[in-house]
């Protein structure tokens, strides 16, 4: 994987090194420049998570992808600078409350300074920088608030709010290293079982400087310094131009 391609691409120019300050940046960057989408699944391309191939689709082709796509290119990013990492497992909430099933969905443990940080870059709506996997402490990314708790024996619970006081649970993670191949069940029903969030749906968000820009099926809601708008999608060709002038994307 060609690292100064990579860097290129989220719009990270500096000389890497292995620093929080490195890390936040790098994420933020990937956030910004990177969108969260499952458009192969409507398009009724296969999702594969190889490295070659996730190289030259998110990199080469200006796409996105979803979390086993995009945690698992960033955590390569990651080791080839030097970071020490562990891929590891969560579960999401679903809007009833109830978790999905194991390898539901993927992130990064980062062990840096004695500490320990989440990194998501793959989750759609989030952290803009990563958080330290730290209990009962509310934690604030610069747009969102965010707190770790107890959640099991070896899990922990990720919630987030956007006032500090009243959190959602996002989801539960632990933190035993996990090979990506673990994950290839669950990625393959993600794109092919009816009832998948992502086979019902078709999402294209992404951070921006001053808010986010979502395509969610047929409507684009863009949030630009708190003001909140929706335009109906018409068409494919719409959706075609909007995917090309918003995202940098060419189906």
């Given at each position: 994987?060609?690292?100064?391609?990579?860097?290129?691409?989220?719009?990270?120019?500096?000389?890497?090194?292995?620093?929080?300050?490195?890390?936040?940046?790098?994420?933020?960057?990937?956030?910004?420049?990177?969108?969260?989408?499952?458009?192969?699944?409507?398009?009724?391309?296969?999702?594969?998570i190889g490295a070659p191939?996730?190289?030259?689709?998110?990199?080469?082709?200006?796409?996105?992808?979803?979390?086993?796509?995009?945690?698992?290119?960033?955590?390569?990013?990651?080791?080839?600078?030097?970071?020490?990492?562990?891929?590891?497992?969560?579960?999401?909430?679903?809007?009833?409350?109830?978790?999905?099933?194991?390898?539901?969905?993927?992130?990064?443990?980062?062990?840096?300074?004695?500490?320990?940080?989440?990194?998501?870059?793959?989750?759609?709506?989030?952290?803009?920088?990563?958080?330290?996997?730290?209990?009962?402490?509310?934690?604030?990314?610069?747009?969102?608030?965010?707190?770790?708790?107890?959640?099991?024996?070896?899990?922990?619970?990720?919630?987030?709010?956007s006032d500090g006081e009243?959190?959602?649970?996002?989801?539960?993670?632990?933190?035993?290293?996990?090979?990506?191949?673990?994950?290839?069940?669950?990625?393959?029903?993600?794109?092919?079982?009816?009832?998948?969030?992502?086979?019902?749906?078709?999402?294209?968000?992404?951070?921006?400087?001053?808010?986010?820009?979502?395509?969610?099926?047929?409507?684009?809601?863009?949030?630009?310094?708190?003001?909140?708008?929706?335009?109906?999608?018409?068409?494919?060709e719409q959706l075609l131009?909007?995917?090309?002038?918003?995202?940098?994307?060419?189906?």
């Amino acid at each position: 994987m060609n690292l100064d391609q990579y860097l290129n691409r989220i719009g990270f120019y500096d000389i890497p090194d292995v620093t929080k300050e490195t890390l936040d940046t790098l994420h933020e960057c990937h956030i910004l420049h990177i969108p969260f989408e499952d458009l192969n699944i409507h398009y009724n391309i296969p999702i594969e998570i190889g490295a070659p191939v996730l190289f030259e689709k998110v990199i080469l082709h200006y796409r996105g992808g979803f979390c086993y796509e995009l945690n698992s290119l960033f955590n390569i990013l990651l080791q080839q600078i030097g970071f020490t990492t562990t891929i590891i497992s969560a579960r999401v909430f679903n809007q009833e409350g109830a978790l999905g099933p194991p390898f539901d969905h993927m992130c990064i443990m980062i062990s840096l300074e004695d500490k320990r940080w989440l990194a998501d870059v793959g989750f759609g709506d989030l952290f803009i920088k990563p958080i330290e996997i730290q209990t009962d402490t509310i934690q604030f990314d610069s747009r969102n608030y965010f707190k770790i708790e107890l959640f099991d024996q070896d899990q922990f619970l990720l919630l987030m709010s956007s006032d500090g006081e009243n959190f959602e649970k996002k989801y539960t993670f632990n933190l035993e290293e996990q090979s990506v191949n673990n994950f290839l069940p669950q990625c393959y029903d993600k794109q092919h079982n009816p009832d998948s969030h992502f086979v019902k749906n078709k999402i294209c968000t992404k951070a921006t400087a001053d808010g986010r820009i979502t395509v969610f099926n047929d409507k684009l809601m863009i949030t630009k310094n708190g003001e909140k708008s929706e335009i109906f999608i018409a068409d494919e060709e719409q959706l075609l131009h909007i995917l090309k002038t918003e995202f940098n994307i060419e189906i």
